[in-house]
DNA sequence: CTATGGCACGGATT
DNA sequence: AATCCGTGCCATAG
């Protein structure tokens, strides 16, 4: 509401829109590598020294104060979320915490290695002696992400009880990618699996074939397992099947067995999220506070004593001087416009979908782009940049893409998810299509079909039999 | 005969 | 213009 108001006075040249365009669909990482170049290669742009805010240790614009600490309370309603652009250079999961907590951290290193990953999310839970635990499990990792040490062996190493260790394994495995930190592929899958079972619909069998079947699962020995648990072939590959589909046993890697994970989607998973959605103060009751990310420790000008210099530059120099000065107007011009496109975009998204970050996907709003960019009066295609290729994380440290905010059917999906798995008779889809039509969804039933795929859920007939037998 | 999955079409979305 | 998604129709499995 306040740092807007440069928007609709200048005329917007061809080259500003492009290069706006352009800045909008790169994901904070990308944005960072960009800035770099652009600061190196030219002089008249600067970089300003970072400010604190001493409240809460978040990185400041040059004359603007802390948007968290000096909101005034009185107007505030807390539905309102708090929206601003944060730079960073920590990338830490709450704002509150500075750097010195996390120990053996080099520079932000955009692009983390697996260990640094996963303990930037489980350092905000750990005390400082835990953390050196956790972080100590983390460097004895191997490029599969299991555990390459006992937890015995470091129990004792930090004279420290075998319980404690492993509730802090507890946590390593629960965090992303699920089941780092396991001892054993076997180890792994289950937690998945556990984890899994929280938000959907899985076999009871499933346990079972990992826990006791472990080699022939291994070895698709599907009529071994068949006969160990008295149960049809048939049934043993679906459930192999969601296995497959579902958990993986080498949380470094992606997914099953191969090696030559294509990049982009290891990319995906360690990527430093674009904005981070949490609570004030961590508290539910509170507002929401939304950081754009802006991956750097300072804001970009223009520096005023290049501008004093180039009167007193040689003529040939003055020509160069000045165009420099102007890409660099240009370039903070555009990082503005930025800027306040995302700001936008997230104070309304983030209005409208508060249920959903707080309450999970099932309060999620069918709302698309096209929606979206008539409100806030823009392209549509201004709005698929923007949201493109960018991740989110919510209060509760999932990092999920920015896009599934406008899932036209995650809502649907996950209300089926949960008839599905309270039903108590295994109801087929034609029924649990006219139980959603009752519900106010109407979704024609082969629909509900291809849902049940998406969620990797068993059809009627081979649903039962595994959960009811376990 | 019923429940599902495959294919393909048309409209919406990007 | 390209892609995604919900749906209807039909073949197939049980």
Redesign the pocket.
Known sequence: MFQLHYQTIRPLTTAHLAQTMTLLSLTSEELRQQIESELASNPALELVEERRCPMCHRLLPPRGVCPVCSRPSNEASPEEPIVFVSPRDDFYTHGDRTADDYPDEGVSTIADDLPTYVLRQVAPELGSEQRKIAAYLLTHLDEDGLLTTSLIEVARYFHKPLSSVEAIQKIIQHAEPVGVGSTSPQEALLVQLEVLSESRFVPGLAEKLIREAMDQLSRHQYAEMARMFGVSQ?QVQQVVRFISENLYPFPGRSHWGDVRQPANEALEVYRQPDVIISYMDNDPKNPLIVEVILPLAGTLRINPLFRGAIQQASDEKKDAWKSDLERASLFVKCMQQRNHTMLRLMQRLVGLQRSYITHGEKHLIPF????L?RELEVH??T??RA??NKTVQLPNRRIIPL?SF????LN?RTVLREMIASEST???????AEMLAEKGF?????????????EGI??????DISSVRA
């Open positions: 048939t698309t782009r096209a929606q960019s549509e295609s709005i698929s949201v493109s896009s406008f899932d036209r059917s649907v295994p109801l087929s889809d034609s029924e649990l109407s979704v024609a039933r082969r629909t509900v079909a291809k849902y049940r795929a998406m068993l059809p009627a007939h081979l649903r």
